[in-house]
């Protein structure tokens, strides 16, 4: 590949292909890779819940793993890819590099040490979780196959999110559809025909995730991105870290508050059985099915509004950010339209129990509702973060995804029951919503013109982040 030809093409495409068409463009595939991500979410749900309602809600249970799996692959990743589009947006292709391969060694500690310290105290992690007694033992066995696959876990979402940053989202599309469908395919072959029950589904999900990475390793190591990953790029610079993770720290706290949100919403649904923590698993499940589509969308922006930044492109950062706020919006709300008229058909796909369709088929028409709010604070949060605006992006993850529900999950179900649990979350898609939209309004009112130097962050009162 001639890397200077390639350069010059990708830094065209990304500043001056139309901004609405270059979004929908980077968008789609990373729409197609969450659906299908999703999907094999809700396939390990589905071939899970029929082995009894008790494994169902294991998979629930074990989900919190994996929002903290992502978490932190979602850190470094967001963080190193933040860095890498303006980067390139400034043709500094070295500097692109060592901000890839930090990211990369960072998420693969990070793995590692999930997986030692998950394996040593599996069953209090579980128990903390919200396992009930019988769920327990589902719970060890299903976890105890995701916790060995940590570190692709946590290595993949860099390798994907630099792709997308780049600009290059059809090359992550590949990886993480191709792992997906293996997932779905696995899944009965080895619960059912091999026999392994639960197992089976957590073995399934662990194969399928290693061989993504090996797809998605090898886009770096057969050179067709700009960026690269390779011990020469390996830095002692403290300083390169340390701006990934502050960067970074919006995903971590999205991602780890989803994991403490799913833990205090199994935990308070105890009182109610099992019944009520599968339920609420499969709703969990068939929302971010429709959230996926309106957060795809968001990402395939996040390059671009990163990139153009660094180029100094703003108006086409202000349009990206207008474009993809109300193309989410059609996106989601016919989504969620059909999630409010289908709810009970599609919770009864997972379990077919009366108790488990009222709760689920309830609780999932008061999430499509709140999901109605939630484009606005996705492109905020995504806008703040692709460009360095660390401390706005910060505080609207906290308010989109835990600093709201957690203490509504705790305090509504002693007044009004379950109905408490399942009204959380949309209540606090709403506040996060009404908290972004100025936030995002005064930003993008006072962005400087092409060409002019950056001015502070008006949203929050905070300085553009300084680096190197």
């Not at 990373?30 to 008790?54: G, H, Q």
């Not at 077919?352 to 606005?376: H, N, T, W």
């Not at 936030?439 to 950056?454: A, S, T, Y």
Request: proline fraction near 4%; glycine fraction near 10%; aromatic fraction near 10%.
């Amino acid at each position: 590949m001639n890397r200077i030809t390639d350069t010059e093409r990708q830094f065209n495409k990304m500043t001056k292909t139309p901004v609405g068409k270059l979004i929908i463009m980077l968008g789609i595939p990373t729409t197609i890779s969450m659906l299908i991500t999703n999907i094999y979410n809700m396939a390990d749900s589905f071939f899970v819940s029929k082995i009894s309602i008790s494994a169902g809600g294991a998979t629930s249970v074990v989900f919190g793993i994996m929002a903290i799996l992502q978490a932190f692959g979602f850190m470094f990743g967001h963080g190193a890819g933040s860095y890498i589009s303006r980067a390139l947006g400034e043709k500094q292709i070295d500097k692109a590099s060592k901000y890839a391969t930090s990211g990369f060694l960072g998420a693969l500690v990070s793995g590692m040490l999930i997986l030692t310290f998950g394996l040593i105290f599996l069953e209090p992690i579980m128990r903390l979780l919200g396992s009930t007694e019988t769920i327990l033992p589902y719970a060890k066995d299903y976890g105890f196959w995701i916790l060995l696959a940590s570190p692709f876990m946590t290595t993949s979402c860099v390798l994907n999110n630099v792709l997308r940053y780049e600009g290059r989202a059809n090359l992550a599309m590949i990886g993480l559809t191709t792992g997906g469908i293996l997932n779905i395919a696995f899944d009965p072959l080895f619960i059912f025909t091999f026999n392994m029950g639960i197992a089976g589904a957590g073995l399934a999900t662990a194969i399928s995730q290693v061989i993504s990475f090996g797809i998605l390793l090898s886009v770096f190591l057969l050179g067709k991105t700009q960026s690269m990953i390779s011990f020469k790029h390996i830095t002692k610079d403290v300083k390169i870290f340390t701006n990934i993770i502050v960067t970074g720290l919006p995903s971590l706290a999205r991602q780890g508050l989803s994991s403490v949100s799913t833990m205090v919403l199994n935990t308070q649904a105890k009182p109610f059985g099992d019944a009520t923590i599968a339920a609420m698993g499969y709703v969990s499940r068939t929302s971010h099915m429709i959230f996926s589509v309106g957060l795809g969308i968001g990402q395939g922006f996040q390059p671009v509004s990163g990139f153009n930044y660094g180029a100094k492109q703003y108006s086409r950062v202000k349009k990206g950010a207008i474009f993809t706020t109300w193309f989410g919006s059609l996106l989601i709300g016919v989504l969620a339209v059909i999630g409010i008229v289908l709810a009970p058909q599609i919770i009864a796909i997972f379990r077919s129990e009366k108790e488990v369709v009222e709760i689920g088929a309830r609780a999932l028409r008061f999430y499509c509702i709140g999901l109605l709010f939630m484009p606005v604070s996705v492109v905020a949060t995504m806008l703040f973060q692709s460009i360095g605006k660390s401390i706005s992006a910060l505080i609207l993850s906290m308010l989109q995804c835990g600093a709201v529900f957690i203490p509504l999950c705790l305090i509504l179900p002693m007044f009004i029951g379950v109905v408490g649990i399942e009204i959380s979350h949309p209540i606090a898609y709403v506040v996060s919503a009404f908290a972004s939209l100025p936030c995002l309004v005064v930003f993008l009112k006072n962005l400087p013109k092409d060409g002019e130097m950056e001015v502070k962050d008006l949203s929050v009162g905070q300085p553009q982040d300084q680096e190197e």
